[in-house]
């Protein structure tokens, strides 16, 4: 995981484009073209610049490609910090989510003073749902969101800061 980068706009764009992967996004529109994709990354870089936490891009560790984006979401209004992540669909089922994940919910209790982290989660997205177990989150309640049931999923900081 890196900081996210100009250059990331066209290969999330690819990510985001497709069907597979963009109809689980519960929370924000999907670009629709690489201004758009521009737009999005400068949004996460002036999350961190906001909050001092955000979202990362992930690459694959051996060839370097952009195969998503994971870490905290908290726009104004928003009902608390969340955990989201989208990975190429190319890439599904090798681990690469629950990876970066955990790896993002580890720099969130090094890192920050968040004691509570959520993941917003469509009923039937079983993987989303096994990425958030995976981690430790645990079904919290289901709610409505742009007009569609989601479940919440969520886990506090521990005493001991480990996950």
Known sequence: ??????????PMLEIHQDPHAIVRVTLTAPPTDLQG????????VGHWYLRGYGQWTVLEKRTGEVIGR??????????????GWIIRHACWGRGYATEAARAALS???LHTEIDHVISVIEPDNVRAI???EKIGQRFEGATVSSNKLVHVYGIH?????SI
Not at 1 to 10: C, I, K, L, N
Not at 37 to 44: F, K, L, P, V, Y
Not at 70 to 83: I, K
Request: hydrophobic residues 45%.
């Open 37 to 44: 994709a521009w737009r999005n990354i400068a949004m996460m």
């Open 107 to 109: 720099w969130t209790w």
């Open 70 to 83: 994971v870490g905290l979401w908290n726009p104004a209004g928003s009902p608390g910090v969340e955990l």
């Open 157 to 161: 900081r521990m005493a001991d800061d």
């Open 130 to 132: 096994r990425v958030a």
């Open 1 to 10: 995981m890196r900081p996210p980068q100009e250059s990331d706009a066209s």
